[in-house]
């Protein structure tokens, strides 16, 4: 009974509740998230199944006295059993390598030649530690992203002097901001709201204070955040 | 701490001046114990020896001392966490970017490596009736270059230029451009001297298991964890090259003005394929000798043959094998591209597969007593 003192720790993890990563406000994050949540399914399974075995093993087959003298049969194999072992794993991972490839395809980040797309350009300049943000008429503004709800935001990342690393938790994943190479990523759908930006790749000493301010507006909105003047 | 010496003031945190009165004080306690219990015989014996068990025992005890090092920048790391905006001691800024640069680089090159290669150097030559390794004095020469290479980064803290740069020394924040001290020196050549006593060693291993087995110790014979080592020196020997290459790229970068990582000629990148080259391997060759040793005990208490063991044995090379097709998993967020994406996530999703099977061979031994 001792062990029931165990369970108020447990109730400790309730800490753990608000992972935004798992809630994400824009479809990119959404199918990233499904990707998550749908693997974490699949593992699950197995997990159960790997747990119940491995405790009924320990259990069932452990030593006692009994057993000291015991020598066990030698077993050349099982087909049955060793086949089942084979394809079924192969089939989960056939049924998770699907949505997989179908969204890395996706959404991995490009090379800015190789990259055609529509919708709301905005240019992302990382240095230590600082984010530049310049919108499509040279309005520059420093750590502080203002972005159209349902419009594909297509960010031009590009760095000054170190890797940096882009992210928005709440919208979607990281992806690095690399010297003298200038990395395309897009954005679909985000959904109004403020959240934060980091940047996620180490890159200093003021590496941790390196954040911006992320607010998702309407169009009409951001068009007038537009036209007043960047001071 | 501002200290004045010789007229000019000079300042030291007040973790390294805490960390020399340790030191004097333990190196003391330490010495007056050899001397009053006459351990000097032992540890001159220890530092002559060529002996496979006892260069284990050494690879096993510095693993493990410098594993409580990288265990308490792991606290500190904790403690500054603990609650928001915490002031822990000295740990922030610059200081905390330097605890968990020691704290990933002693647990990866430091503590978990030398610990495998020490139980190798140990059981190997037992498993296959062994007199020694091949080369006995090589595989002393391997534990020093380690002993040196390990020494060398933890001094590295005692004069106040500890690494900021992360374990994976991710250019171009490591070239002289962004961390001109001698900080980020300290990581380069201290995992290049340590890096070629590993590859000393493996080279050692692959020797004996392949020329020194008693007669009737075929390969087919051979027990799980000698086969998981045999294979392991294969991915230390590939990996810990590609290591070194990088390393001295990095050199050459900081040192001589060559611009491999950063400038409009080099790319940072590269840093990052040469670093994931040698890091995933380094996963498995810390996961493989595991499972061999799972296996081994598994076995040997269910009083029963390895279940399986061609395929157990064939796992561990294809696992061997496809450690190094996988790298580009650590890189998803560089921008190779769509399609080199797509070609690692397949691939990477090989790896647990074979991992799988293995695991489920293995789980079924227990089938048994």
């Known amino acids: 009974m001792k062990k029931i003192a165990i369970l108020p720790f447990i109730m400790l993890l309730a800490g753990c509740q608000s992972i935004t990563v798992l809630d994400p406000k824009s479809s990119t994050g959404k199918e990233q998230a499904y990707l998550i949540w749908f693997s974490l399914a699949i593992m699950v399974i197995v997990l159960l199944v790997v747990f119940i075995l491995f405790t009924r093993f320990v259990i069932r087959y452990r030593y006692t006295e009994k057993k000291a003298e015991y020598i066990p049969q030698d077993v050349k194999g099982n087909l049955k059993y060793e086949l089942t072992w084979t394809i079924v794993p192969f089939l989960l991972l056939a049924v998770l390598a699907v949505p997989t490839l179908k969204i890395t395809f996706d959404q991995s980040p490009e090379m800015a030649a190789e990259a055609n797309t529509n919708g709301v350009h905005i240019n992302v300049t990382a240095e230590q530690f600082r984010w530049t943000f310049e919108h499509k008429n040279s309005k520059t503004v420093h750590n502080e992203l203002i972005i159209p709800e349902n419009k594909d935001i297509v960010f031009h990342l590009s760095s000054k002097d170190v890797i940096h690393s882009f992210w928005i938790p709440e919208l979607a994943g990281k992806v690095d901001v690399i010297p003298n190479k200038e990395l395309i990523y897009v954005i679909k759908n985000a959904e109004i709201g403020e959240y934060d930006g980091k940047c996620a790749e180490f890159c200093g000493i003021q590496h941790a204070n390196m954040t911006f301010d992320v607010k998702v507006v309407s169009l009409d909105e951001y068009n007038q955040y537009l036209k007043q003047s960047s001071n | 701490m501002n200290l004045s010496i010789f007229g000019k003031s000079l300042f030291i945190p007040s973790d390294v001046i805490a960390a020399w009165v340790f030191t004097i004080i333990m190196g003391g306690i330490v010495l007056i114990s050899i001397f009053k219990y006459k351990k000097l015989p032992v540890i001159w014996e220890f530092m002559r020896t ?251 208490f269910s009083k029963k043959r390895v279940f399986g063991y061609p395929a157990m044995v064939l796992s561990i090379v294809l696992i061997g094998f496809l450690s190094f097709m996988v790298w580009v998993h650590h890189m998803f967020t560089v921008g190779l591209g769509p399609v080199t994406n797509t070609i690692f996530a397949i691939t990477t999703m090989q790896l647990p597969y074979q991992l799988g099977l293995k695991y489920l061979i293995g789980y079924l031994q227990c089938e048994v007593v």
């Not at chain 2, 006892?54 to 510095?62: C, S």
């Not at chain 2, 900081?254 to 000629?265: S, Y």
């Open chain 2, 50 to 300: 060529t002996n496979h068990r006892k260069i284990g025992t050494l690879y096993i005890l510095f693993g493990f001392i410098f594993f409580l090092r990288a265990g308490i920048d792991a606290l500190f790391i904790r403690s500054q966490l603990a609650v928001p905006n915490n002031d822990f001691w000295v740990f922030q800024f610059q200081k905390y970017n330097e605890v968990f640069t020691t704290h990933g680089t002693m647990m990866i090159f430091f503590a978990a490596t030398p610990m495998l290669l020490g139980l190798m150097n140990i059981a190997v030559p037992l498993q296959i009736g062994a007199r020694d390794l091949a080369f006995p004095f090589l595989n002393a020469v391997g534990f020093w270059l380690f002993f040196t290479g390990g020494m060398l980064f933890n001094i590295a803290f005692f004069l106040n230029s500890a690494p900021a740069i992360g374990w994976t020394g991710y250019a171009p924040l490591s070239t002289s451009l962004f961390t001109p001290g001698v900080g980020s020196d300290f990581y380069v050549f201290s995992l290049q001297i340590s890096g070629l006593g590993t590859i000393f060693t493996a080279l050692n291993l692959i020797v004996t298991i392949v020329r020194l087995r008693a007669p009737g110790m075929k390969f087919t014979r051979m027990p799980l964890f000698t086969w998981a080592t045999l294979i392991t020196a294969f991915l230390i020997l590939v990996a810990f090259t590609v290591l070194a290459i990088g390393l001295y790229l990095l050199m050459f970068d900081r040192m001589f003005g060559t611009k491999f990582f950063h400038g409009p000629d080099g790319d940072p990148v590269y840093w990052q394929h040469l670093f994931w080259i040698f890091g995933h391997p380094e996963v498995y060759i810390l996961a493989l000798p595991a499972f061999g040793i799972f296996s081994d005990i598994i076995s040997t």
